[in-house]
Antibody, heavy 124, light 106 residues
Framework: QVQLAESGGGVVLPGRSLRLSCAVSGITFSSNAMHWVRQAPGKGLEWVAVISDDGSNTYYADSMKGRFTISRDNFKNTLFLQMNSLRPEDTAVYYC?????????????????WGQGTLVTVSS | DIQMTQSPSSLSASVGDRVTITCRASQDVRKYVNWYQQKPGKAPELLIYEASNLEIGVPSRFSGSGSGTDFTLTISSLQPEDIATYFCQQYHTLYTFGQGTKLELK
């Protein structure tokens, strides 16, 4: 059974940094592309970033480019999101999710399963 | 950027009703659309991938169709446990979600 568990959320001042983690079990982590998706309180879903199985390819949503960095440690089965220069509008629940299509076909696809999410609140 | 426009934004239906939610892409996304269900306080769950493929374990009352710019999620007979918010998502060019459709019981 695939399990994803995010951690590292909390309250942070504007302009500060935060690093999120996502521990993955139940799959061969190193064979799977992984995503971060966020959801502001009461709002819809917003894709943040994706990383290929070996970490060689990363892509970001425009609003996060240059401030957020996605990375992974395939020895520790862990996905990361380094968030710098945080803004109040970055306040959201951040989810990690696996991309099962990438594992099958080498092409990006969908998000399944998802972790339970970790709340990041950017506020003074 | 590709925009995904869902309609309606909210919907009230009765148990047993046939429910249809639509999603329109701002440009041709071929068949690269997925659908998710999100219940309050929970993470989203994949229902349909690649426009019409039912994810394993998802009840057969859910179905998806469409290609190009117009896509549909259908629940053939609404059950109480289907009350949730539904999102479409394109992956033709990076990833974009629709704004969501909140489904409520009448």
């Amino acid at each position: 059974q695939v399990q994803l568990a995010e951690s590292g959320g909390g309250v942070v001042l504007p302009g500060r940094s935060l690093r999120l983690s996502c521990a993955v079990s139940g799959i061969t982590f190193s064979s799977n592309a992984m995503h971060w998706v966020r959801q502001a309180p009461g709002k819809g879903l917003e894709w943040v970033a994706v990383i290929s199985d070996d970490g060689s390819n990363t892509y970001y949503a425009d609003s996060m480019k240059g401030r957020f960095t996605i990375s992974r440690d395939n020895f520790k089965n862990t996905l990361f999101l380094q968030m710098n220069s945080l803004r109040p509008e970055d306040t959201a629940v951040y989810y990690c999710a696996r991309d099962p299509n990438y594992h099958r076909t080498g092409s990006w696809g969908w998000f399944h399963p998802w972790g339970q999410g970790t709340l990041v609140t950017v506020s003074s | 950027d590709i925009q995904m426009t869902q309609s309606p934004s909210s919907l009230s239906a009765s148990v047993g009703d046939r429910v249809t939610i639509t999603c329109r892409a701002s440009q041709d996304v071929r068949k690269y659309v997925n659908w998710y269900q999100q219940k309050p306080g929970k993470a989203p769950e994949l229902l349909i991938y690649e426009a019409s493929n039912l994810e394993i374990g998802v009840p057969s009352r859910f179905s998806g169709s469409g290609s190009g710019t117009d896509f549909t999620l259908t629940i053939s007979s609404l059950q109480p446990e289907d009350i949730a918010t539904y999102f479409c998502q394109q992956y033709h060019t990076l990833y974009t979600f629709g704004q969501g459709t909140k489904l409520e019981l009448k």
